[in-house]
């Protein structure tokens, strides 16, 4: 009797701990207004994307680290911040291995935040040895390994939707990650060369997006690109993607993106990674108010896009702002004596970000400082975690989220 009332409560445990396995999804559609413009709902209410890419490395810790299988549960301290701070969705570049501990991390921050989650996986990019969308194998594999993701997160309730890729557009031209076949070299123009990359790979993507759909039609697919880079090419061959993912690094503002991506690629946008750093490399000094004006910038040009705004035609479904916390390790990768350090050299140039781009070579995009929540070597009292100090962008973005909430247009 014993051994049975024993066995009971395991089972019944076990149930609790995987209950989202019984429960509904939620249902995430696009609807479209008369005027052409798009917008999401979940569960037949309007949602607009107000997310933060989360990746909450700590300080020491690399590239190889993966959140969801940290005891501490770093979501359990970020989530309350980021309710607090109006934040309804979190972006995550990849599973990682174990799917058990991600389904957790979904179910936490839905259940207790009310925080959806947007999976993203890389397709392969910066794996070994190396990526080739034209080799069939390469792709069977990827495709084995991304259904079987959708086949055990689907009916996650906080689950928001897929991403396939992030900046694998960039591979195109060899700029990161070259890849080829036989067919692409015998093509002696090196633009039809990187043409037929983009067509291979985008009817790819959009073949595994047909077949995540077989799999999950409550939740829609996005096609994540670097900037408006060969969308022309994946326009003719796309379309079972539902949404384009678009990274989007202009400054201040996003230009024409919006209204130029429309006319020649008619699908909904969300910004699934745009931002600013807040150190300024050029007066060499921390530049917390400048990173606050340009986030706040940033999202009030994203809104105007979307028909929360009252602009009717808007295709814009928000965004997922880069990033939640400083990751210390980013300016050398490789090196891990140095993840303990909060470099202040620059990786890359930007000219829209004009505050210091008289940084010397003109380097002045500081990967190591674009979270709105800085880490401190000193640990939450009675915890492993790394303390949350936000910076003034996330109070920024805490007021401007709040103002947007009252004043967004009601949805008819």
């Known amino acids: 009797m014993k051994k049975i009332l024993i066995l009971a409560i395991c089972l019944c445990s076990n149930l609790f701990f995987h209950s989202s396995l019984f429960a509904e999804p939620s249902k995430i559609e696009i609807k479209r207004t008369d005027d052409g413009g798009y917008y999401l709902t979940v569960n037949k209410k309007p949602f607009l994307i107000k997310g933060v890419i989360y990746n909450p490395t700590p300080i020491c810790q690399g590239y190889d680290y993966e959140f969801f299988n940290d005891k501490n549960k770093q979501w359990l301290v970020d989530g309350k911040l980021m309710k607090d701070a109006g934040i309804?969705?979190?972006?995550?570049?990849?599973?990682?291995?174990?799917?058990?501990?991600?389904?957790e991390f979904i179910n936490e921050m839905y259940t207790k935040f009310g925080i959806y989650t947007i999976v993203s996986d890389w397709l392969g990019l910066w794996s070994y040895p190396g990526v080739n969308y034209a080799d069939s194998q390469f792709q069977k594999n990827t495709k084995e390994r991304i259904l079987k993701i959708a086949e055990a997160l689907k009916n996650e309730k906080g689950l928001l939707m897929w991403v396939l890729g992030n900046e694998n557009s960039y591979t195109f031209s060899g700029k990161i990650c070259f890849w080829t076949c036989p067919e692409i070299d015998k093509i002696k123009d090196l633009r039809q060369q990187i043409e037929k990359r983009a067509t291979i790979y985008y009817s790819f993507v959009d073949d595994l997006a047909a077949e995540i759909k077989k799999i999950d039609p409550n939740h829609p697919v996005a096609l994540g690109n670097g900037e408006e880079s060969f969308l022309n090419i994946a326009s003719k061959v796309c379309n079972d993607i539902d949404i384009l993912a678009i990274i989007s690094y202009r400054g201040k503002k996003f230009g024409n993106l919006f209204e130029h991506i429309k006319t020649y690629f008619d699908?909904?946008?969300?910004?699934?990674?745009?931002?600013?750093?807040?150190?300024?490399?050029?007066?060499k000094k921390e530049a917390e108010e400048i990173q606050a004006d340009y986030i706040v910038s940033q999202w009030k040009n994203l809104f105007y896009y979307t028909v929360f705004s009252g602009n009717k035609q808007g295709n814009c479904l928000g965004g997922t702002l880069f990033e939640w916390s400083d990751e210390w390790w980013k300016h050398n990768e490789g090196y891990t004596p140095d993840w303990c350090i909060h470099n202040v050299e620059a990786g890359w140039s930007n000219g829209s970000y004009y505050f210091d781009i008289k940084a010397e070579n003109g380097l002045n995009m500081n990967e190591e400082w674009f979270g709105i929540v800085a880490l401190s070597d000193k640990k939450i009292k009675g915890t492993a975690i790394d303390q949350r100090i936000p910076k003034k962008a996330y109070y920024a973005l805490k007021e401007y989220l709040s103002r947007i909430s009252k004043e967004s247009a009601r949805i008819k």
């Open 267 to 283: 699908k909904p946008i969300f910004i699934s990674e745009f931002g600013a750093d807040s150190y300024d490399s050029y007066l």
């Open 88 to 103: 309804n969705c979190v972006r995550i570049y990849s599973t990682g291995e174990d799917i058990d501990k991600v389904k």
